[in-house]
């Protein structure tokens, strides 16, 4: 697995305890990395992604929600969401980085950790997403 990959799973792994526990990123990411030491490059990509995520969250779900007809974020399964929200960031903001390789990575990265529907879903909406903001 390469480093951005693990990198996205570690952030994946950090949203959700900040979704669920509503703490600040600093407080998870201490103890997270005190728990999952990895390289460097890991905790760098990491820590940008999850910045950039967080600071652009308000935007970031709204684009989502514009993007998955009939689902609101409230109702979306953790996991899925913060692929989503994480892998939107990522569209919008590192545009240095193909589409499609957001895309791939979010939908493998759902096949670990998301339910059986997870990779369709994720799929679909980040497809959709792309489609408008990659022009």
């Known amino acids: 697995m390469g480093n951005r990959r693990k990198a996205r799973e570690c952030g994946l792994q950090i949203l959700y305890q900040i979704d669920f526990t509503s703490r600040k990123l600093q407080e998870v990411a201490t103890v997270y990395w005190t728990d999952h030491p990895e390289v460097e490059e890991v ?14 969250l308000p935007e970031i779900d ?3 929600e514009e993007a998955s007809t ?8 953790a996991v899925d969401r913060n692929i989503l929200r994480q892998a939107t960031y990522e569209l919008i903001y590192q545009t240095d980085i193909p589409a499609s390789v957001i ?15 997870s990779p369709s879903f994720i799929n679909g909406i980040l497809d959709k997403i792309a489609k408008i903001k990659r022009l």
């Open 43 to 56: 905790a760098t990509y990491c820590h940008s992604l999850l910045e950039g995520t967080l600071r652009n």
């Open 62 to 64: 709204m684009i989502i």
């Open 70 to 77: 009939n689902w609101k974020m409230s109702r979306m399964a």
């Open 103 to 117: 895309i791939n990575e979010a939908i493998e990265i759902s096949k670990k950790y998301g339910t059986e529907e």
